[in-house]
């Protein structure tokens, strides 16, 4: 930890200068602060996604600051143009890994490397991972996480506004402790900075996914978070998906063999669901060799990854027919997925059978509720921040047009703009 704090230092050097005294000048603001209270900024758009199921045509979105202040076809002189692009909030991706990577050794490190090689890993991920149209992450399980987080959050460094649980709690059985010894977990992950609570409720599916947490236990965990305004994340598959749900947690990760009946407790519960339609299988199968040995990934594991894809499929297409189930996006990327997130739209749409207006929603409107942001991001309405993305096609018709993103705006400062005719823009620095 202290490694990555050292090397983000060298990146962001205005993050770790010496204090000022009382009659020095404050610090001068980083570019990305600094364009954040730019002049007015009007886009002009023929087409908008609003992040909320609906279609708006032929407007302008007027920005000052970091926020949207208003939407009006009338409004001038135009800054950006991007009609003929599809123009949607930023994504929300709500189950990530962001600071792992591969090592210098070409293999999978994990999320416990501190060496500076993965701190500008780590900063590399969240460029990707902006660039790709993701403005707003949940990372759930590093301390490394933090200083990135910070260096993000201060303008220093560029990436997607980044949301950490520190470290997970790991369920072992008894050995995880009493529901005493776990409450007490969850305030020292508060503590420690946490944005949520991350927990383990199964093995991993390459071991079965059995349960690992006792009721009581999930009952303990669920309900300090609540106390401590904290919400819960909890890695569930099969019994363990009925457990969280009847423990009041606050969203399903992954959910595979969780039955219809459980499906519809969550619906009755309003408990969000995060499925994995394919991406996160799919890389690990596509960089086996970099996985394979490193801690927790065996042939066996394989073998049984390559057998929960279709029942992956067969989730999402279950749950997206269950009335009133909150599904958020989430793609679970670690090291080989960074800044690929979106084409876990497209094996939703064409694996899951998800209909491509729901999948935008889903890692919209409905990923910033999930995360009880949905008054400040989430949609193109006015009061919201200005995280605007433009790609080119619809991917109402052509859901591969999620690969196509040419503008990424995130609180009212420009990072792509590669639209035809466009004047580059590059970490927020226009020339």
């Known amino acids: 930890m202290r490694s990555v704090k050292i090397i983000l230092c060298i990146l962001i050097t205005s993050v770790c200068a010496p204090a000022q005294s009382v ?73 990530v890994h962001i600071t792992w990577s591969f090592g210098k050794d070409g293999k999978n490190a994990g999320s416990g490397e501190t060496t500076p090689e993965a701190a500008y890993r780590a900063a590399s991920n969240a460029w990707l991972t902006l660039m790709a149209g993701f403005t707003t992450v949940q990372s759930v399980g590093s301390p490394t996480d933090v200083p990135l987080r910070e260096a993000i959050a201060k303008g ?97 990760e992954h959910g595979t063999m969780a039955s219809d009946d459980d499906l519809k407790l969550m619906a009755e519960k309003g408990t969000y669901l995060d499925p994995q339609a394919g991406l996160v299988i799919e890389n690990y199968l596509l960089n086996k060799e970099k996985y394979l040995g490193t801690p927790g990934y065996t042939a066996e594991g394989f073998a049984a990854m390559e057998k929960v894809l279709s029942l992956n499929h067969e989730l999402v297409q279950r749950a997206s027919k269950i009335p009133g189930l909150k599904i958020v996006f989430g793609t679970d990327a670690v090291a080989g997925a960074h800044g690929r997130n979106a084409e876990e739209f497209i094996d939703r749409v064409r694996d899951g059978g998800v209909d491509p207006m729901a999948a935008m929603v889903s890692a919209n409107s409905s990923g910033a509720e999930a995360m009880g942001l949905a008054d400040q991001i989430g949609s193109v309405a006015p009061g919201l921040q200005a995280d605007i993305i433009a790609l080119e096609g619809d991917p109402l018709k052509d859901i591969t047009a999620v690969r196509r993103v040419v503008f990424v705006m995130k609180g009212g400062v420009v990072y792509k703009n590669a639209a035809r005719g466009a004047i580059p823009v590059y970490a927020g620095v226009q020339p």
């Open 156 to 252: 220093t460094l560029p990436g997607p506004r980044l949301l950490t649980a520190v470290e997970p709690l790991t369920g072992r059985g008894d050995r995880t402790g009493t529901p005493d010894e776990i409450r007490a977990y969850v305030r020292k992950q508060k503590e420690a900075g946490a944005d949520l609570i991350k927990i383990f409720a199964s093995q991993s599916i390459r071991q079965g996914g059995g349960m690992t947490l006792s009721q009581e236990q999930l009952n303990a965990a669920c309900d300090e978070a609540k106390k401590q305004g904290l919400r819960t994340l909890v890695h569930a598959y099969k019994g363990a998906v009925r457990a969280a749900t009847l423990a009041g947690c606050t969203e399903i």
């Open 23 to 95: 009659s020095s000048p404050a610090p001068a603001q980083s570019p990305i602060q600094a364009l954040a209270k730019a002049k007015r900024i009007v886009i002009a758009v023929s087409t908008v996604l609003d992040g909320k199921g609906h279609v708006l045509h032929n407007t302008r979105i007027v920005i000052e600051g970091s926020k949207i202040v208003a939407l009006d076809p009338k409004a001038g002189p135009v800054d950006y143009d991007l009609r003929g692009l599809t123009v949607l909030p930023g994504w929300i991706d709500a189950h």
